[in-house]
T-cell receptor, first 112, second 114 residues
Framework: QQPVQSPQAVILREGEDAVINCSSS?????VHWYRQKHGEAPVFLMILLKGGEQMRHEKISASFNEKKQQSSLYLTASQLSYSGTYFCGTGGGLSGANNLFFGTGTRLTVIP | KAGVTQTPRYLIKTRGQQVTLSCSPI?????VSWYQQTPGQGLQFLFEYFSETQRNKGNFPGRFSGRQFSNSRSEMNVSTLELGDSALYLC?????????????FGPGTRLTVL
């Protein structure tokens, strides 16, 4: 049930863009994106629901393709503060998303 | 509003011992989920409590148990500790209910088993 994230790691220069993908072998009802900085707890970025709209958090946006069972996170004009590990979590089903299954994470490093 | 708090922040135990971790959710949140984070396995769901009842359970052995109190505070217990239980244990709280809700994570308890 664990979703697969790609790439595993990416290095960007400030101002560059990146895409992080999250794929599941099971039907997705919701996808949750979190960012975790070293030594800190994961911080919620956004949630995408089946049939919902593309979401945005500052210059980070995400889409949800139900047919492909995939979500993508788009980081535009990256800033140093975007560095961290990004996790996608997929919901356990229609009963709620309080038992998320997380991908192994994508480590994003933004350099000056 | 105060965030999710976890105590203790760091813990060192030896194999065979047991440990209890505590999580206080954000005020008004009724759901508490527990996760184990390790470098090799990433973030793995342990269980979720809502209104004092275990609502969901991950794929962990029975040595891992939990409970939730009437004030929504939750405890997690691990008995007969093994070296592989060394991890960061995170709890996350949310409003709960039947619809999808954002989860807010606490800072975690780092458990080291020697």
């Amino acid at each position: 049930q664990q979703p697969v994230q790609s790439p595993q790691a990416v290095i960007l220069r400030e101002g560059e863009d990146a895409v992080i993908n999250c794929s599941s072998s099971k039907a997705l009802y919701s996808v949750h994106w979190y960012r975790q900085k070293h030594g800190e707890a994961p911080v919620f970025l956004m949630i995408l629901l089946k049939g919902g709209e593309q979401m945005r958090h500052e210059k980070i946006s995400a889409s949800f393709n139900e047919k492909k069972q995939q979500s993508s996170l788009y980081l535009t004009a990256s800033q140093l503060s975007y560095s961290g590990t990004y996790f996608c979590g997929t919901g356990g089903g229609l009963s709620g998303a309080n038992n998320l299954f997380f991908g192994t994470g994508t480590r994003l490093t933004v350099i000056p | 509003k105060a965030g999710v708090t976890q105590t203790p922040r760091y813990l060192i135990k030896t194999r065979g011992q047991q440990v209890t971790l505590s999580c206080s959710p954000i005020s008004g949140h009724r759901s508490v989920s527990w996760y184990q984070q390790t470098p090799g396995q990433g973030l793995q769901f342990l269980f979720e409590y809502f209104s004092e009842t275990q609502r969901n359970k991950g794929n962990f052995p029975g040595r891992f148990s939990g409970r939730q109190f009437s004030n929504s505070r939750s405890e997690m217990n691990v008995s007969t500790l093994e070296l592989g239980d060394s991890a960061l244990y995170l709890c996350a709280s949310s409003l709960g209910g039947d619809t999808f809700r954002t989860q807010y994570f606490g800072p975690g308890t780092r458990l080291t088993v020697l």
